[in-house]
C-alpha cells in the first residue's frame, strides 16, 4: 500500500500533491467561500450561494481568476444585511 503523495513508488512534488486537489474552472467565493464556476470568458459572475457579484478575469483558458468585488451590487447587499441585523455601519449617514 501506497503512502500518501506516493504514485508508483515515487514521491509526488508537493505542487503535484496539490494540484490534485485543485478544481479546473472552479474559484471560490471570497464572501462565503463556496467554490463557484463562472461560464467561460464572463466578466463579471454572481455568487449563486450568497449573491455577492465579482468582477472575472482569465489569465489563460478555463483559469478564471477573482479580480475583485462589483461594488455597487455588493455595497447594496452589504447594507441591506447590515439593517436587518440591526448593526451600525461605518460612514452611515
Known amino acids: 500500500m501506497s503512502k ?7 514521491k509526488q512534488t508537493r505542487a503535484e500533491d496539490t494540484a490534485k486537489g485543485r478544481t479546473s474552472g472552479a474559484i471560490r467565493c471570497l464572501n462565503c467561500f463556496e467554490r463557484i464556476i463562472p461560464p467561460d470568458e464572463a466578466k ?5 450561494h450568497c ?3 465579482w ?3 482569465w489569465p489563460f483558458p478555463n483559469f478564471p481568476r477573482i479580480r475583485g468585488p462589483v461594488w455597487d451590487v ?8 447590515v439593517s436587518e441585523k440591526g448593526w451600525e455601519s ?4
Not at 455588493?74 to 444585511?81: F, I
Open 55 to 57: 468582477r472575472i478575469s
Open 74 to 81: 455588493n455595497r447594496k447587499l452589504a447594507e441591506k444585511e
Open 90 to 93: 461605518y460612514g452611515a449617514k
Open 51 to 53: 449573491g455577492y457579484e
Open 44 to 48: 463579471t459572475y454572481k455568487c449563486p
Open 4 to 10: 500518501r503523495g506516493e504514485t508508483f513508488g515515487f
